[in-house]
């Protein structure tokens, strides 16, 4: 069956640095990736959406790649800050099918 | 635009008793998907709608759990005869037919405890 895993492990930067998150799956062939962001209390929030055509999305200081050889996309936040505080969830998809959700990463990002 | 709606936002149950857990998708979307998110723990799917259909219920419970989109009004999320382990957070999210390209957007999600 499909499994996504991304860092389990809190990811703990320092206000102005790169972040970068991680998320992989297995037994699964996705058209699309999806990224979204959890605040405590609330439901999550759509970010960016890369294809498996594509190597690359930017938007804004977000930067997301999608290797579908490595069955791996990379999700990197520039110039951080403590706003940028929060759960950040990958979600491999396919045309028709309600999207399955990695546990997500947390990320604290420190003045 | 309100966006999702789900009401309540808090509901408490007693053990055995029934829960109704509400979403009102976001206006033009035709799509409606329930989640469940236990503290720690990702989220897991349950059911796909898209009104009047049932397109995919395959991580919903076969007992006690049903689900609806009904030509008019909300999606329901029915749990009869709760236990605590149902104890979660549910989330209601909707899409457009382009869901793909615009992503889900999700409600802010009915915090259910079972006592």
């Known amino acids: 069956s499909q499994k996504i895993e991304q860092n389990s492990e809190a990811l703990n930067i320092q206000e102005g640095k790169t972040a970068t998150l991680t998320c992989n799956y297995t037994?699964?062939?996705?058209?699309?990736l999806q990224w979204y962001r959890q605040d405590p209390g609330r439901g999550p929030v759509f970010l960016l959406l890369i294809r498996e055509n594509e190597k690359e999305k930017r938007k804004e200081r977000l930067k997301v790649t999608f290797d579908t050889t490595l069955k791996q996309s990379l999700f990197h936040i520039t110039a951080s800050q403590p706003a940028d505080s929060a759960t950040y969830l990958c979600?491999?998809?396919?045309?028709?099918?309600?999207?399955?959700f990695g546990k997500g990463t947390s990320l604290l990002v420190t003045p | 635009n309100a966006g999702v709606m789900q009401n309540p936002r808090h509901l408490v149950r007693r053990r055995g008793q029934e829960a109704r857990l509400r979403c009102s998708p976001m206006?033009?979307?035709?799509?409606v998907y329930w989640y469940r998110q236990l503290p720690e723990e990702g989220l897991k799917f349950m059911v796909y709608l898209q009104k009047e259909n049932i397109i995919d219920e395959s991580g919903m419970p076969k007992e006690r759990f049903s689900a609806e989109f009904p030509k008019e009004g909300p999606s329901i999320l029915r749990i009869q005869q709760v236990v605590r382990g149902d104890s979660a957070a549910y989330f209601c999210?909707?899409?457009?037919?382009?869901?793909?390209?615009?992503?889900?957007?999700f409600g802010s999600g009915t915090r259910l405890t079972v006592v």
């Open positions: 206006k033009g979307h035709s799509h």
């Open positions: 037994n699964y062939s996705p058209a699309y």
């Open positions: 979600a491999p998809g396919r045309s028709g099918y309600a999207l399955n």
């Open positions: 999210a909707s899409s457009s037919d382009r869901g793909e390209d615009y992503g889900y957007t």
